[in-house]
Nanobody, 125 residues
Framework: QVLLVESGGGLVQAGDSLRLSCTASGRTFSRFVVGWFRQAPGKEREVVAT????????DYADAVKGRFTISRDNAKNTASLQMSGLKPVDTAVYYC??????????????????WGQGTQVTVSS
């Protein structure tokens, strides 16, 4: 496992942009596939984006494709989620997660064994 800390959440208006950061410590970050998840009140936690160990491969939930960009810097032990064109439906607690499970990308929350504490993103209309 690896220790993850998110930052960058906040209150924004529809159409605004926001960048979330995830800082890792404790293990070699490049060994982990990283995912960003979100959980809105009363809803299941869902995957938003995932990135491979080297950062070359990425994938996104259909709801955020073209608006969100996931990236990582293994030298700095960080991962980021750049969000643009934010909508009220994007309001949720956003979590960074990591897994050492074999595979290029991972989408299921059950696969991830390291989680950050979450950061709130609120988008007003």
């Amino acid at each position: 496992q690896v220790l993850l800390v998110e930052s960058g959440g906040g209150l924004v208006q529809a159409g605004d942009s926001l960048r979330l950061s995830c800082t890792a410590s404790g293990r070699t970050f490049s060994r982990f596939v990283v995912g960003w998840f979100r959980q809105a009140p009363g809803k299941e936690r869902e995957v938003v984006a995932t990135i491979s160990r080297g950062g070359v491969s990425t994938d996104y939930a259909d709801a955020v494709k073209g608006r969100f960009t996931i990236s990582r810097d293994n030298a700095k032990n960080t991962a980021s989620l750049q969000m643009s064109g934010l909508k009220p439906v994007d309001t949720a607690v956003y979590y960074c997660a990591a897994t050492s499970r074999d595979g290029l990308l991972h989408y299921a929350k059950s696969v991830y064994d390291s989680w950050g504490q979450g950061t709130q993103v609120t988008v007003s209309s």
